[in-house]
């Protein structure tokens, strides 16, 4: 008797939710933000840049546009200091302003014969990191508005929807081109398109959001950015290098992981996103029903899933085990984890920073990220055995050291609050 109540707790936790959080302009934002993360998809659209306008491009001049395009994309401070300094609606206006700088910039430069050859790879990854900052710019301005602006009792949920909608961007890209197989200019003025009408409904329709009192009951903390050169934000920045990039690193990798283990790669990414999208949601959703403890320890925790999947993931590794199982595991297991990180994380900077440090905390917690990525994938590239032993076992490494270690801070913390209570 005691199952069929569950279904029923669920249905009313969710109708609680969703009986005073703002679900349509959620539903914009998720939509929006589906078409924001398509340099995570540039692999399945850059062959148009050879089919059409370019033909004598080589896999260099390829690769160095999409180098301009992440560093673009992972550019994200620019988009939080200017939601601290300026508010939401300038840093929409000026997010929309370069991405359609740099998608019209694009339009022009690709037309057949108009730029040099000689100049056309460094022109296009210039407009293209243009394009990228203007889509980080948006991508933050829509993430600070759930962070600052949403219920406080759904910052988690929030967070891990914004999450799971930039998730869907490579899906929706793969399926556009998968399915229409555009060309470059029909690419491009599709996401033109998008931007802008997706920007001005936010700008014109929606408007701010009523705030949530979160700068009201932050009086008694620093106001300043001086909040950042704090514990709280070492702590942040310590997770993002220990535990998102070696995951971010793996995501990566995954297809050659499977290929390498006997496993079709493709399907094994697959369930690794769908595993990725599921611990947004669940674990988001989850903190905020319960909230029985903090945000940090909640990161703790997901920092100890982490490592025990690394742990598997080395385990599979040995050949006298059972390696598939293992990998299976320990690849649902991180990128499960891994998603819950990113509702967790903005539950983590409103639990510890004043709203208007936020954006500034949030973007270099990206930029951490995507700079730890990039010297991961130099100093632990993956082509043998020995190569994926490496990685994983110092992935799982940081892992642990950085759960000890904050797990040590927390007791030596509390420890004279203790001796007082005494």
Not at 194 to 220: M, Q, Y
Not at 287 to 310: C, H, K, M, N, W
Not at 377 to 397: E, K, L, Q
């Amino acid at each position: 008797q005691s199952l069929p109540t569950f279904p029923i707790y669920l249905g009313a936790a969710i109708m609680t939710v969703m009986d005073k959080y703002p679900v349509g302009r959620m539903a914009v934002y998720v939509s929006f933000l589906m078409c924001l993360g398509t340099i995570y998809a540039f692999s399945t659209w850059s062959d148009a840049f050879v089919r059409g306008p370019f033909p004598t491009w080589t896999r260099n001049d390829v690769s160095f546009v999409y180098s301009m395009g992440i560093f673009g994309a992972f550019a994200t401070p620019v988009g939080g200091v200017l939601y601290d300094r300026f508010g939401a609606t300038p840093t929409f206006w000026i997010g929309w302003l370069m991405a359609a700088t740099g998608i019209v910039g694009l339009l022009i430069v690709t037309q057949p014969g108009l730029v040099p050859p000689a100049i056309a790879p460094y022109l296009v990854g210039l407009l293209y990191f243009v394009e990228e900052q203007g889509s980080s710019s948006l991508y933050m301005g829509i993430c600070l508005d759930a962070l600052v602006h949403f219920p406080a009792a759904n910052t988690s949920f929030s967070l891990g929807l914004i999450a799971f909608g930039y998730s869907l961007s490579s899906v929706a890209a793969a399926f556009v081109v998968a399915r229409f197989e555009p060309s470059i200019y029909g690419f491009l003025v599709f996401l033109g398109v998008a931007f802008t009408v997706f920007s001005f409904i936010r700008i014109f329709v929606l408007g701010d959001v009523e705030s949530s009192g979160w700068e009201n009951v932050e009086s008694k903390k620093d106001s300043s950015l001086g909040a950042l050169a704090t514990k709280p934000f070492f702590k942040l920045a310590a997770f993002a290098l220990g535990c998102l990039v070696p995951c971010t690193a793996l995501i990566g990798v995954l297809k050659g992981l499977g290929d390498s283990r006997g496993i079709d790669g493709n399907f094994l990414a697959q369930v690794a996103l769908i595993a990725n999208c599921m611990g947004r949601l669940a674990i988001g959703f989850s903190y905020d029903q319960f909230r029985v403890i903090p945000s940090e320890v909640a990161l703790l925790i997901a920092a100890t899933g982490l490592a025990f999947g690394f742990c598997m993931l080395l385990t599979s590794m040995s050949p006298t085990l059972t390696p598939l199982i293992l990998t299976w595991l320990g690849v649902l297991l991180v990128s499960f984890m891994y998603g819950g990180i990113a509702p967790l994380s903005g539950a983590y900077v409103k639990d510890h920073f004043p709203s208007n440090a936020a954006g500034t905390a949030m973007g270099l917690f990206h930029l951490l990220v995507a700079i730890g990525n990039m010297l991961w994938t130099v100093y632990f590239p993956v082509n043998t055995p020995g190569d994926w032993t490496r990685s994983f076992m110092t992935a799982s490494a940081v892992c642990t050291v950085l759960v000890l270690s904050c797990i040590t801070d927390h007791f030596m913390l509390n420890a004279p609050n203790q001796k007082e209570k005494a």
